[in-house]
Protein backbone atom coordinates (compact mmCIF):
# COMPACT_ATOMS: atom_id res chain seq x y z
CA UNK A 1 0.00 0.00 0.00
CA UNK A 2 1.23 3.47 -1.12
CA UNK A 3 0.95 6.33 1.63
CA UNK A 4 -0.48 7.86 -1.63
CA UNK A 5 -3.42 5.93 -1.52
CA UNK A 6 -4.20 5.11 1.81
CA UNK A 7 -7.51 6.86 1.68
CA UNK A 8 -8.29 4.12 -1.46
CA UNK A 9 -7.14 1.43 0.51
CA UNK A 10 -8.29 1.62 4.02
CA UNK A 11 -11.92 0.95 4.79
CA UNK A 12 -13.76 4.42 5.12
CA UNK A 13 -15.03 3.90 8.33
CA UNK A 14 -11.68 3.10 9.73
CA UNK A 15 -10.34 6.37 7.58
CA UNK A 16 -12.64 8.31 9.22
CA UNK A 17 -11.64 7.04 12.69
CA UNK A 18 -8.52 7.53 12.22
CA UNK A 19 -8.49 11.09 10.68
CA UNK A 20 -10.69 11.98 13.80
CA UNK A 21 -8.25 10.56 16.30
CA UNK A 22 -5.15 12.58 14.29
CA UNK A 23 -7.24 15.54 14.42
CA UNK A 24 -7.75 15.72 17.96
CA UNK A 25 -3.84 15.44 18.26
CA UNK A 26 -4.07 11.66 19.82
CA UNK A 27 -1.01 10.65 17.78
CA UNK A 28 1.75 11.31 20.72
CA UNK A 29 4.63 10.93 18.59
CA UNK A 30 5.86 9.09 15.67
CA UNK A 31 9.54 7.99 15.44
CA UNK A 32 12.20 6.56 12.91
CA UNK A 33 13.75 3.88 15.05
CA UNK A 34 15.79 2.21 12.37
CA UNK A 35 15.51 2.98 8.69
CA UNK A 36 12.04 2.40 7.25
CA UNK A 37 10.80 1.42 10.52
CA UNK A 38 8.64 3.86 12.91
CA UNK A 39 7.52 3.75 16.19
CA UNK A 40 4.39 5.59 17.71
CA UNK A 41 1.61 6.24 20.37
CA UNK A 42 -1.60 6.51 19.69
CA UNK A 43 -4.01 8.14 22.87
CA UNK A 44 -7.20 5.70 22.74
CA UNK A 45 -9.44 4.03 25.58
CA UNK A 46 -5.03 3.20 26.55
CA UNK A 47 -2.08 4.15 25.22
CA UNK A 48 -1.75 2.02 21.96
CA UNK A 49 2.10 1.58 20.92
CA UNK A 50 2.04 1.13 16.69
CA UNK A 51 4.79 -0.08 14.56
CA UNK A 52 5.15 0.76 10.47
CA UNK A 53 7.36 -0.42 8.25
CA UNK A 54 7.79 1.39 5.30
CA UNK A 55 10.25 0.50 1.47
CA UNK A 56 11.34 2.99 -0.28
CA UNK A 57 9.89 5.79 2.16
CA UNK A 58 6.81 5.70 0.15
CA UNK A 59 5.44 2.54 0.83
CA UNK A 60 3.85 0.26 3.07
CA UNK A 61 5.11 -3.06 4.18
CA UNK A 62 4.02 -3.79 7.05
CA UNK A 63 1.95 -2.59 10.13
CA UNK A 64 1.32 -3.15 13.88
CA UNK A 65 -1.06 -2.16 16.90
CA UNK A 66 -1.17 -3.85 20.30
CA UNK A 67 -4.94 -2.78 20.41
CA UNK A 68 -7.82 -5.80 20.17
CA UNK A 69 -8.94 -4.54 17.36
CA UNK A 70 -9.41 -7.95 14.40
CA UNK A 71 -9.08 -6.53 10.93
CA UNK A 72 -5.85 -5.56 8.71
CA UNK A 73 -6.11 -1.90 9.86
CA UNK A 74 -7.33 0.09 12.94
CA UNK A 75 -7.78 3.60 13.55
CA UNK A 76 -5.05 4.38 15.23
CA UNK A 77 -2.49 2.85 12.28
CA UNK A 78 -4.96 4.85 10.35
CA UNK A 79 -4.14 7.95 12.65
CA UNK A 80 -0.28 7.18 12.44
CA UNK A 81 0.01 6.64 8.74
CA UNK A 82 -2.11 10.22 8.18
CA UNK A 83 0.81 12.14 10.94
CA UNK A 84 3.53 10.19 8.99
CA UNK A 85 2.72 10.56 5.67
CA UNK A 86 2.20 14.65 6.27
CA UNK A 87 5.96 14.11 8.66
CA UNK A 88 7.42 13.15 4.94
CA UNK A 89 6.09 15.69 3.11
CA UNK A 90 7.12 18.20 4.72
CA UNK A 91 10.76 17.15 5.39
CA UNK A 92 10.80 16.55 1.61
CA UNK A 93 9.43 19.89 0.92
CA UNK A 94 11.95 21.51 3.43
CA UNK A 95 15.06 19.37 1.80
CA UNK A 96 13.37 20.99 -1.76
CA UNK A 97 13.44 24.70 -0.60
CA UNK A 98 17.08 24.79 0.87
CA UNK A 99 18.60 22.57 -2.51
CA UNK A 100 19.05 19.88 0.11
CA UNK A 101 21.46 17.25 -1.36
CA UNK A 102 21.69 13.34 0.05
CA UNK A 103 23.72 13.62 3.15
CA UNK A 104 27.31 12.01 2.91
CA UNK A 105 27.49 8.92 5.16
CA UNK A 106 29.62 9.21 8.18
CA UNK A 107 32.13 6.64 9.10
CA UNK A 108 32.31 7.24 12.68
CA UNK A 109 35.39 4.56 13.37
CA UNK A 110 36.89 7.05 11.15
CA UNK A 111 36.09 10.18 12.71
CA UNK A 112 37.28 9.47 15.80
CA UNK A 113 40.47 7.79 14.72
CA UNK A 114 41.47 11.08 13.64
CA UNK A 115 41.02 13.06 17.01
CA UNK A 116 43.91 13.18 19.77
CA UNK A 117 43.63 11.73 23.14
CA UNK A 118 42.95 15.07 24.74
CA UNK A 119 39.69 15.51 22.43
CA UNK A 120 38.52 12.13 22.76
CA UNK A 121 39.00 12.32 26.70
CA UNK A 122 36.98 15.68 26.36
CA UNK A 123 34.42 14.45 23.89
CA UNK A 124 33.86 11.17 26.38
CA UNK A 125 33.82 13.48 29.60
CA UNK A 126 31.19 15.68 28.20
CA UNK A 127 28.98 12.81 27.18
CA UNK A 128 29.13 11.21 30.30
CA UNK A 129 28.20 14.64 31.78
CA UNK A 130 25.00 14.79 29.61
CA UNK A 131 23.89 11.44 29.68
CA UNK A 132 23.83 9.38 32.84
CA UNK A 133 24.04 5.86 30.42
CA UNK A 134 27.45 7.07 29.23
CA UNK A 135 28.37 8.02 32.63
CA UNK A 136 27.04 4.59 34.18
CA UNK A 137 29.03 2.49 31.46
CA UNK A 138 32.51 4.15 31.80
CA UNK A 139 32.36 3.59 35.64
CA UNK A 140 31.36 0.13 34.66
CA UNK A 141 34.39 0.07 32.52
CA UNK A 142 36.96 1.10 35.23
CA UNK A 143 35.15 0.20 38.17
CA UNK A 144 37.36 -2.90 40.39
CA UNK A 145 34.77 -5.23 39.65
CA UNK A 146 34.70 -7.12 42.73
CA UNK A 147 34.55 -4.70 45.74
CA UNK A 148 32.22 -3.38 47.91
CA UNK A 149 32.15 0.13 46.28
CA UNK A 150 31.74 -1.96 43.19
CA UNK A 151 28.61 -3.73 44.22
CA UNK A 152 26.87 -0.60 45.57
CA UNK A 153 27.63 1.21 42.36
CA UNK A 154 26.15 -1.94 40.58
CA UNK A 155 22.73 -1.66 42.96
CA UNK A 156 22.83 1.89 42.31
CA UNK A 157 22.74 1.29 38.53
CA UNK A 158 20.42 -1.49 38.66
CA UNK A 159 18.22 0.89 40.97
CA UNK A 160 18.39 3.74 39.04
CA UNK A 161 16.62 2.24 36.38
CA UNK A 162 14.34 0.82 38.11
CA UNK A 163 13.02 3.95 39.73
CA UNK A 164 12.88 6.15 36.44
CA UNK A 165 10.29 3.84 35.33
CA UNK A 166 8.67 3.10 37.87
CA UNK A 167 4.88 4.92 39.02
CA UNK A 168 4.35 7.04 41.95
CA UNK A 169 3.75 3.96 44.06
CA UNK A 170 7.14 2.28 43.24
CA UNK A 171 4.98 -0.39 40.64
CA UNK A 172 6.77 -1.01 37.08
CA UNK A 173 4.25 -2.61 34.94
CA UNK A 174 4.42 -4.61 32.11
CA UNK A 175 5.16 -2.19 29.58
CA UNK A 176 8.23 -0.48 31.37
CA UNK A 177 9.65 -3.77 32.64
CA UNK A 178 12.07 -4.34 29.77
CA UNK A 179 13.49 -0.66 30.01
CA UNK A 180 13.52 -1.22 34.27
CA UNK A 181 16.14 -3.88 33.90
CA UNK A 182 18.23 -1.91 31.06
CA UNK A 183 20.65 -1.39 34.18
CA UNK A 184 20.69 -4.56 35.01
CA UNK A 185 21.47 -6.23 31.97
CA UNK A 186 24.43 -3.49 32.16
CA UNK A 187 25.49 -5.29 35.05
CA UNK A 188 25.10 -8.70 33.26
CA UNK A 189 27.30 -7.22 30.67
CA UNK A 190 30.09 -6.47 33.01
CA UNK A 191 29.95 -10.23 34.48
CA UNK A 192 30.32 -11.56 31.29
CA UNK A 193 33.19 -9.58 30.37
CA UNK A 194 35.17 -10.96 33.84
CA UNK A 195 34.25 -14.64 32.83
CA UNK A 196 35.93 -13.89 29.97
CA UNK A 197 39.00 -12.68 31.50
CA UNK A 198 39.08 -15.82 33.58
CA UNK A 199 38.15 -13.63 36.76
CA UNK A 200 35.30 -16.03 38.25
CA UNK A 201 34.75 -15.04 41.40
CA UNK A 202 33.94 -11.61 40.48
CA UNK A 203 31.69 -12.41 38.18
CA UNK A 204 29.96 -14.74 40.40
CA UNK A 205 29.36 -12.09 42.76
CA UNK A 206 28.28 -9.18 40.43
CA UNK A 207 25.14 -11.47 38.94
CA UNK A 208 24.44 -12.62 42.56
CA UNK A 209 24.22 -8.51 42.83
CA UNK A 210 22.23 -8.35 39.93
CA UNK A 211 20.05 -11.84 41.01
CA UNK A 212 19.21 -10.09 44.55
CA UNK A 213 18.20 -6.61 43.18
CA UNK A 214 15.73 -8.66 40.88
CA UNK A 215 14.35 -10.47 43.58
CA UNK A 216 13.05 -7.44 45.06
CA UNK A 217 11.98 -5.74 42.07
CA UNK A 218 9.66 -9.12 41.30
CA UNK A 219 7.75 -7.96 44.60
CA UNK A 220 6.64 -4.67 42.76
CA UNK A 221 6.83 -5.32 38.85
CA UNK A 222 4.11 -7.29 36.53
CA UNK A 223 6.61 -9.38 34.77
CA UNK A 224 3.85 -11.23 32.23
CA UNK A 225 6.42 -11.17 29.52
CA UNK A 226 9.01 -13.24 31.96
CA UNK A 227 11.99 -10.70 31.41
CA UNK A 228 13.08 -10.66 35.05
CA UNK A 229 13.08 -14.70 34.92
CA UNK A 230 15.36 -14.81 31.90
CA UNK A 231 17.35 -12.35 33.19
CA UNK A 232 17.61 -14.30 36.43
CA UNK A 233 18.17 -18.12 34.79
CA UNK A 234 20.71 -16.83 32.29
CA UNK A 235 22.27 -15.35 35.23
CA UNK A 236 22.79 -18.61 36.87
CA UNK A 237 23.70 -20.33 34.17
CA UNK A 238 26.87 -18.30 33.66
CA UNK A 239 27.26 -19.38 37.48
CA UNK A 240 27.36 -22.29 36.66
CA UNK A 241 29.84 -22.46 34.08
CA UNK A 242 31.86 -20.63 36.33
CA UNK A 243 31.29 -23.28 38.95
CA UNK A 244 32.70 -25.70 36.27
CA UNK A 245 35.70 -23.69 35.88
CA UNK A 246 36.67 -22.85 39.16
CA UNK A 247 36.28 -26.75 40.38
CA UNK A 248 39.78 -27.37 38.59
CA UNK A 249 41.18 -24.21 39.38
CA UNK A 250 42.97 -23.23 42.93
CA UNK A 251 41.94 -24.34 45.87
CA UNK A 252 40.87 -20.66 48.06
CA UNK A 253 38.87 -19.37 44.95
CA UNK A 254 36.97 -22.59 44.90
CA UNK A 255 36.50 -22.44 48.68
CA UNK A 256 35.32 -18.88 48.98
CA UNK A 257 33.11 -19.72 45.30
CA UNK A 258 31.35 -22.46 46.92
CA UNK A 259 30.84 -20.96 50.73
CA UNK A 260 29.02 -17.67 48.70
CA UNK A 261 26.90 -20.10 46.34
CA UNK A 262 25.86 -21.99 49.49
CA UNK A 263 25.35 -18.60 51.23
CA UNK A 264 23.26 -17.52 48.42
CA UNK A 265 20.88 -20.54 47.54
CA UNK A 266 19.36 -19.49 51.24
CA UNK A 267 18.62 -15.69 50.02
CA UNK A 268 15.11 -15.03 51.39
CA UNK A 269 14.18 -13.56 48.16
CA UNK A 270 14.42 -16.84 46.83
CA UNK A 271 11.36 -18.53 49.10
CA UNK A 272 9.21 -17.65 46.34
CA UNK A 273 11.51 -18.41 43.25
CA UNK A 274 12.73 -21.90 45.15
CA UNK A 275 13.66 -23.10 41.64
CA UNK A 276 15.96 -20.94 41.76
CA UNK A 277 17.72 -22.41 44.35
CA UNK A 278 18.37 -25.45 42.70
CA UNK A 279 21.23 -24.11 39.97
CA UNK A 280 23.34 -23.06 43.11
CA UNK A 281 22.96 -26.09 45.24
CA UNK A 282 23.86 -27.86 42.02
CA UNK A 283 26.73 -25.49 41.12
CA UNK A 284 28.20 -25.51 44.69
CA UNK A 285 28.02 -29.15 43.99
CA UNK A 286 30.38 -29.38 41.37
CA UNK A 287 33.06 -27.76 44.00
CA UNK A 288 32.76 -30.11 46.69
CA UNK A 289 36.08 -31.85 47.09
CA UNK A 290 36.47 -33.21 51.17
CA UNK A 291 34.07 -34.42 53.31
CA UNK A 292 34.16 -31.47 55.31
CA UNK A 293 32.94 -29.74 51.83
CA UNK A 294 30.29 -32.17 51.38
CA UNK A 295 29.21 -32.49 54.82
CA UNK A 296 28.14 -28.57 55.14
CA UNK A 297 26.45 -28.97 51.19
CA UNK A 298 24.79 -31.76 52.78
CA UNK A 299 23.62 -29.33 56.20
CA UNK A 300 22.30 -26.44 53.92
CA UNK A 301 20.35 -28.84 51.77
CA UNK A 302 19.09 -30.30 54.95
CA UNK A 303 18.18 -26.76 56.27
CA UNK A 304 16.72 -25.66 52.72
CA UNK A 305 14.27 -28.70 52.97
CA UNK A 306 12.93 -27.86 55.92
CA UNK A 307 12.23 -24.26 55.15
CA UNK A 308 10.61 -25.47 51.68
CA UNK A 309 8.49 -27.53 53.73
CA UNK A 310 7.11 -24.53 55.82
CA UNK A 311 6.80 -22.97 52.66
CA UNK A 312 2.95 -22.21 51.19
CA UNK A 313 4.45 -22.98 47.79
CA UNK A 314 6.58 -26.41 48.41
CA UNK A 315 6.51 -28.48 45.78
CA UNK A 316 7.19 -32.07 44.95
CA UNK A 317 9.11 -30.87 42.07
CA UNK A 318 11.55 -29.26 44.17
CA UNK A 319 11.74 -31.90 46.56
CA UNK A 320 12.18 -34.59 43.85
CA UNK A 321 14.78 -31.98 42.60
CA UNK A 322 17.23 -31.80 45.40
CA UNK A 323 16.80 -35.29 45.73
CA UNK A 324 18.40 -35.80 42.37
CA UNK A 325 21.62 -33.74 43.49
CA UNK A 326 21.35 -36.00 46.64
CA UNK A 327 21.70 -38.80 44.41
CA UNK A 328 24.37 -37.57 42.32
CA UNK A 329 26.51 -36.45 45.42
CA UNK A 330 25.97 -39.90 47.09
CA UNK A 331 27.16 -41.84 44.03
CA UNK A 332 30.25 -39.07 43.55
CA UNK A 333 31.49 -39.73 47.19
CA UNK A 334 30.04 -43.48 48.15
CA UNK A 335 29.96 -44.79 44.97
CA UNK A 336 26.83 -46.77 43.16
CA UNK A 337 25.79 -49.05 46.10
CA UNK A 338 25.23 -46.36 48.15
CA UNK A 339 23.52 -44.39 45.44
CA UNK A 340 21.21 -47.72 44.99
CA UNK A 341 20.38 -47.80 48.31
CA UNK A 342 19.48 -44.14 48.84
CA UNK A 343 17.66 -44.53 45.00
CA UNK A 344 15.36 -47.63 46.69
CA UNK A 345 14.33 -45.28 49.63
CA UNK A 346 13.05 -42.08 47.27
CA UNK A 347 10.85 -45.24 45.25
CA UNK A 348 7.68 -43.07 46.43
CA UNK A 349 8.91 -40.63 43.88
CA UNK A 350 8.24 -41.06 40.57
CA UNK A 351 11.17 -39.54 38.63
CA UNK A 352 13.34 -41.82 40.79
CA UNK A 353 11.20 -45.47 40.59
CA UNK A 354 11.46 -44.52 36.37
CA UNK A 355 15.61 -44.32 37.30
CA UNK A 356 15.49 -47.86 39.84
CA UNK A 357 13.06 -49.55 36.26
CA UNK A 358 16.03 -48.56 33.92
CA UNK A 359 18.85 -49.69 35.83
CA UNK A 360 17.11 -53.45 36.49
CA UNK A 361 16.72 -53.18 33.05
CA UNK A 362 20.03 -52.39 31.89
CA UNK A 363 21.24 -55.11 34.28
CA UNK A 364 18.69 -57.58 32.92
CA UNK A 365 17.14 -58.21 36.28
CA UNK A 366 13.45 -59.23 35.18
CA UNK A 367 11.71 -59.86 37.98
CA UNK A 368 13.07 -56.60 40.00
CA UNK A 369 11.56 -54.44 36.98
CA UNK A 370 8.34 -55.92 36.80
CA UNK A 371 7.93 -55.94 40.59
CA UNK A 372 8.74 -51.64 40.47
CA UNK A 373 6.49 -51.44 37.37
CA UNK A 374 3.74 -53.63 39.06
CA UNK A 375 3.67 -51.53 42.19
CA UNK A 376 3.83 -47.86 39.96
CA UNK A 377 0.84 -48.75 38.30
CA UNK A 378 -1.42 -49.77 41.34
CA UNK A 379 0.01 -46.74 43.36
CA UNK A 380 -0.85 -44.08 40.81
CA UNK A 381 -4.08 -45.42 39.78
CA UNK A 382 -5.41 -45.40 42.91
CA UNK A 383 -3.99 -41.88 43.19
CA UNK A 384 -5.57 -41.16 39.99
CA UNK A 385 -2.68 -40.31 38.07
CA UNK A 386 -3.19 -41.72 34.30
CA UNK A 387 -0.27 -40.17 32.85
CA UNK A 388 2.27 -41.78 35.14
CA UNK A 389 0.06 -45.00 35.34
CA UNK A 390 0.78 -44.99 30.93
CA UNK A 391 4.12 -44.49 31.86
CA UNK A 392 4.36 -47.41 33.98
CA UNK A 393 2.70 -49.24 31.00
CA UNK A 394 5.73 -48.10 28.53
CA UNK A 395 7.88 -49.56 30.87
CA UNK A 396 5.87 -52.91 31.08
CA UNK A 397 5.59 -53.09 26.95
CA UNK A 398 9.68 -52.17 27.27
CA UNK A 399 9.92 -55.65 29.03
CA UNK A 400 8.06 -57.43 27.40
CA UNK A 401 9.80 -56.40 24.16
CA UNK A 402 13.12 -56.65 25.76
CA UNK A 403 11.90 -60.16 27.26
CA UNK A 404 10.82 -61.70 23.53
CA UNK A 405 7.06 -61.71 24.59
CA UNK A 406 5.43 -61.34 21.71
CA UNK A 407 1.65 -62.28 22.49
CA UNK A 408 1.81 -59.63 25.78
CA UNK A 409 3.70 -56.62 23.76
CA UNK A 410 0.74 -57.17 20.74
CA UNK A 411 -2.01 -57.26 22.96
CA UNK A 412 -0.25 -53.87 24.66
CA UNK A 413 0.77 -52.17 21.57
CA UNK A 414 -2.64 -52.27 20.53
CA UNK A 415 -3.91 -50.78 23.60
CA UNK A 416 -1.54 -47.79 23.07
CA UNK A 417 -2.32 -47.48 19.69
CA UNK A 418 -6.28 -47.55 20.41
CA UNK A 419 -5.41 -44.36 22.77
CA UNK A 420 -4.06 -42.53 19.63
CA UNK A 421 -0.47 -43.78 19.78
CA UNK A 422 0.96 -43.63 16.54
CA UNK A 423 4.69 -45.05 17.08
CA UNK A 424 2.93 -48.03 18.93
CA UNK A 425 1.09 -48.39 15.50
CA UNK A 426 4.48 -48.60 13.69
CA UNK A 427 5.33 -51.09 16.08
CA UNK A 428 2.37 -53.26 16.17
CA UNK A 429 2.33 -53.09 12.37
CA UNK A 430 5.96 -54.90 12.86
CA UNK A 431 5.27 -57.76 15.52
CA UNK A 432 2.64 -59.20 12.31
CA UNK A 433 3.42 -60.75 9.04
CA UNK A 434 2.21 -59.19 5.73
CA UNK A 435 -0.92 -61.67 5.72
CA UNK A 436 -1.87 -60.95 9.30
CA UNK A 437 -1.54 -57.49 9.41
CA UNK A 438 -5.05 -56.32 7.04
CA UNK A 439 -6.95 -57.82 9.64
CA UNK A 440 -5.37 -56.05 12.80
CA UNK A 441 -5.36 -52.85 10.75
CA UNK A 442 -9.06 -53.31 9.79
CA UNK A 443 -10.16 -54.26 13.64
CA UNK A 444 -8.14 -50.89 14.79
CA UNK A 445 -10.31 -48.84 12.37
CA UNK A 446 -13.38 -50.38 13.39
CA UNK A 447 -13.06 -49.49 17.31
CA UNK A 448 -11.18 -45.99 16.12
CA UNK A 449 -13.97 -45.42 13.70
CA UNK A 450 -16.57 -45.35 16.80
CA UNK A 451 -17.08 -41.63 17.90
CA UNK A 452 -17.78 -42.07 20.95
CA UNK A 453 -14.93 -44.05 21.74
CA UNK A 454 -12.28 -41.26 20.46
CA UNK A 455 -10.90 -37.89 22.32
CA UNK A 456 -9.04 -35.56 20.64
CA UNK A 457 -5.92 -37.95 20.53
CA UNK A 458 -7.51 -40.79 18.91
CA UNK A 459 -9.32 -38.68 16.77
CA UNK A 460 -5.88 -37.21 15.55
CA UNK A 461 -4.93 -40.58 14.96
CA UNK A 462 -7.56 -42.25 13.15
CA UNK A 463 -7.65 -39.33 10.46
CA UNK A 464 -3.70 -39.74 10.04
CA UNK A 465 -4.34 -43.49 9.09
CA UNK A 466 -7.56 -42.86 7.00
CA UNK A 467 -5.22 -40.45 4.76
CA UNK A 468 -2.33 -42.30 4.66
CA UNK A 469 -4.23 -45.34 3.27
CA UNK A 470 -6.66 -43.37 1.26
CA UNK A 471 -9.58 -44.71 2.80
CA UNK A 472 -11.63 -41.85 1.29
CA UNK A 473 -15.27 -43.82 2.19
CA UNK A 474 -14.12 -43.60 6.04
CA UNK A 475 -12.88 -40.12 5.46
CA UNK A 476 -15.78 -38.98 3.82
CA UNK A 477 -18.30 -40.35 6.64
CA UNK A 478 -15.89 -38.56 8.87
CA UNK A 479 -16.44 -35.00 6.96
CA UNK A 480 -20.10 -35.31 6.95
CA UNK A 481 -20.25 -36.04 10.73
CA UNK A 482 -17.72 -33.19 11.34
CA UNK A 483 -18.23 -30.27 8.66
CA UNK A 484 -15.71 -27.67 9.74
CA UNK A 485 -13.15 -29.93 8.63
CA UNK A 486 -13.94 -30.25 4.90
CA UNK A 487 -11.94 -27.70 4.07
CA UNK A 488 -8.47 -29.35 5.62
CA UNK A 489 -9.51 -32.72 4.56
CA UNK A 490 -11.17 -31.45 1.31
CA UNK A 491 -7.84 -32.41 -0.92
CA UNK A 492 -8.04 -36.25 0.25
CA UNK A 493 -11.66 -36.08 -1.22
CA UNK A 494 -11.97 -34.28 -4.39
CA UNK A 495 -10.82 -37.36 -6.91
CA UNK A 496 -13.22 -39.71 -5.81
CA UNK A 497 -15.70 -37.71 -4.05
CA UNK A 498 -16.15 -34.15 -5.54
CA UNK A 499 -19.81 -33.67 -5.78
CA UNK A 500 -19.88 -34.56 -2.14
CA UNK A 501 -17.46 -32.37 -1.03
CA UNK A 502 -19.24 -29.29 -2.77
CA UNK A 503 -21.94 -30.02 -1.58
CA UNK A 504 -20.52 -30.72 2.56
CA UNK A 505 -18.69 -27.11 1.59
CA UNK A 506 -22.40 -25.47 0.65
CA UNK A 507 -24.13 -26.64 3.49
CA UNK A 508 -21.61 -25.77 6.00
CA UNK A 509 -21.10 -22.39 4.44
CA UNK A 510 -25.26 -21.86 4.51
CA UNK A 511 -25.15 -23.18 8.15
CA UNK A 512 -21.82 -20.81 9.16
CA UNK A 513 -23.35 -17.39 7.40
CA UNK A 514 -26.95 -18.13 9.43
CA UNK A 515 -25.40 -17.90 12.34
CA UNK A 516 -22.49 -15.07 12.10
CA UNK A 517 -23.74 -11.53 13.45
CA UNK A 518 -20.05 -9.87 13.02
CA UNK A 519 -17.20 -8.40 10.54
CA UNK A 520 -15.16 -11.65 12.25
CA UNK A 521 -17.61 -14.25 11.51
CA UNK A 522 -18.62 -13.10 8.33
CA UNK A 523 -14.47 -13.15 7.12
CA UNK A 524 -15.02 -16.62 8.37
CA UNK A 525 -17.23 -17.30 6.01
CA UNK A 526 -15.56 -15.93 3.27
CA UNK A 527 -12.67 -17.42 3.86
CA UNK A 528 -14.60 -21.11 3.65
CA UNK A 529 -16.05 -19.95 0.29
CA UNK A 530 -12.79 -19.02 -1.14
CA UNK A 531 -11.39 -22.63 0.36
CA UNK A 532 -14.11 -24.22 -1.98
CA UNK A 533 -13.17 -22.05 -4.87
CA UNK A 534 -9.45 -23.88 -4.01
CA UNK A 535 -11.35 -27.10 -4.01
CA UNK A 536 -12.97 -27.29 -7.90
CA UNK A 537 -15.40 -25.15 -7.15
CA UNK A 538 -16.04 -21.96 -8.48
CA UNK A 539 -19.22 -22.58 -10.33
CA UNK A 540 -20.60 -23.65 -6.70
CA UNK A 541 -19.02 -20.57 -4.80
CA UNK A 542 -20.47 -18.14 -7.16
CA UNK A 543 -23.47 -19.53 -6.80
CA UNK A 544 -23.02 -19.62 -2.90
CA UNK A 545 -21.85 -15.80 -3.03
CA UNK A 546 -25.59 -14.95 -4.76
CA UNK A 547 -27.55 -16.67 -3.02
CA UNK A 548 -25.98 -15.04 0.67
CA UNK A 549 -26.06 -11.19 -1.08
CA UNK A 550 -30.02 -11.98 -1.77
CA UNK A 551 -30.74 -13.63 2.05
CA UNK A 552 -28.98 -11.32 3.51
CA UNK A 553 -29.38 -7.53 2.11
CA UNK A 554 -29.76 -5.72 5.40
CA UNK A 555 -26.16 -7.34 6.34
CA UNK A 556 -23.42 -4.61 4.98
CA UNK A 557 -20.40 -5.59 6.85
CA UNK A 558 -21.37 -8.72 5.39
CA UNK A 559 -21.71 -7.88 1.80
CA UNK A 560 -18.82 -5.96 2.25
CA UNK A 561 -16.83 -8.95 2.67
CA UNK A 562 -18.77 -10.97 -0.12
CA UNK A 563 -17.78 -8.11 -2.13
CA UNK A 564 -13.76 -9.25 -1.82
CA UNK A 565 -14.23 -12.77 -2.39
CA UNK A 566 -12.87 -13.18 -5.70
CA UNK A 567 -15.03 -15.87 -7.89
CA UNK A 568 -15.35 -15.78 -11.80
CA UNK A 569 -18.65 -15.26 -12.87
Given at each position: MKLSRIEAEIAPVILERGEAYRDEGRVQYVEEVRPGVYEAQVDGSEDYYIEIRLKNGSEVV???CDCPFDGPICKHVA???????????????????????RPKVINLADELGRLSKDELVNLLLQFADDMNEVQQRLLLKFQDAGSDAAMKQY?????????????????????????AVEGAKMVLDKADEEMEEGRFISAVLIILCVIQELLDLQQSCDDSDGTIGWLVESGLETISQAAEQVSVGEHEERLALLAKLLEASALEGLDDWSEWRLPLLQASSVLIQTAEERNAWDNQVTLLEEREQRNSSYSSYWNESVADLRHDVIRQWD??????????SLLHMSGFRKKAIEQALAKQQWDAARKLIEEGEIADTKAGYPGRVTEWRKFRYQLYRLTHQIDEQRKLAEEFVLSGEYDFYLDLQKLYTEEEWPVVNERILTVLDQPKARFWKEEALYLRLLKEQRDTKRLLT???GNPSRIAEL???????????????????????????????????VCDIIR??????????????????RTTYPNRPAFLDELQQVKVRG
Open positions: GTSAVLLELRDELADEAAQSASVGQTQKIIRTSIKKNADRHGFVSYRQVDDGEEAASSYLQYVRSSYLLEEHKADVHQLFAEYIEREAGQATNRSAYKKQLVKADGNEQALAIVVKL
